[in-house]
């Protein structure tokens, strides 16, 4: 059992200095999430430990708070609760978008819009781009900023709708998957 945890921990550092080498381009959170496998617990462990992640220790304190006043007013809104962004998650996304300023975000899973928010608050203060992806069309109402926000309802084949419409879309420097976590999507 030993053995399977350290493997599985030096594939995923390793996986992560792939990563930045490729400029964080399809970076999988999945490691910060409540269910993952908890490497790091908390965003600012990661920045503390990891010394290309250490930039984003500036923007911490301010996304706890943003992410405070939009999972205090956004939470159960339009899904329950249990499909709000993780705390970690969104801290560390805000933080990685206004240091490393990609142009062009897709995200996968709204629900609630928390992360959303998260994402296009950062992305306001350059005017990147955000694509966002679900299944609920009540979706569309969780972002009232003035960004440059573009929701995308998916319909009946969803993986097929996503592929169309990402298709069109060039350079994207960055993909949240936060939606269905099924092996097959």
Known sequence: MINLVARIYKRIIRDIKRIINLRFKGV???ILGSY????????????SK?????CLAPHIPQARALYDSYSDSLSGQVAPAKFDSAEELAVFLYSFIVEFKPRVVIET???NGISTNMIMRALEQYNGVLHSFDI?????????GSGNWHFHLLLKNYARNL?????????VDLWIHDSDHSYSW
């Not at 990891?50 to 250490?54: L, Q, Y």
């Not at 609920?136 to 009232?144: G, I, M, Q, T």
């Not at 592929?163 to 350079?171: H, P």
């Open 163 to 171: 592929e169309l419409i990402t298709r069109d879309l060039k350079n």
């Open 136 to 144: 609920n069309p009540k979706c569309e109402s969780v972002y009232n």
């Open 109 to 111: 899973g709204v629900a």
């Open 36 to 47: 993952g496998l908890e490497i790091f617990k908390d965003v600012d462990t990661l920045s």
């Open 50 to 54: 990891v010394k290309d992640f250490s």
């Open 28 to 30: 999988n959170l999945f």
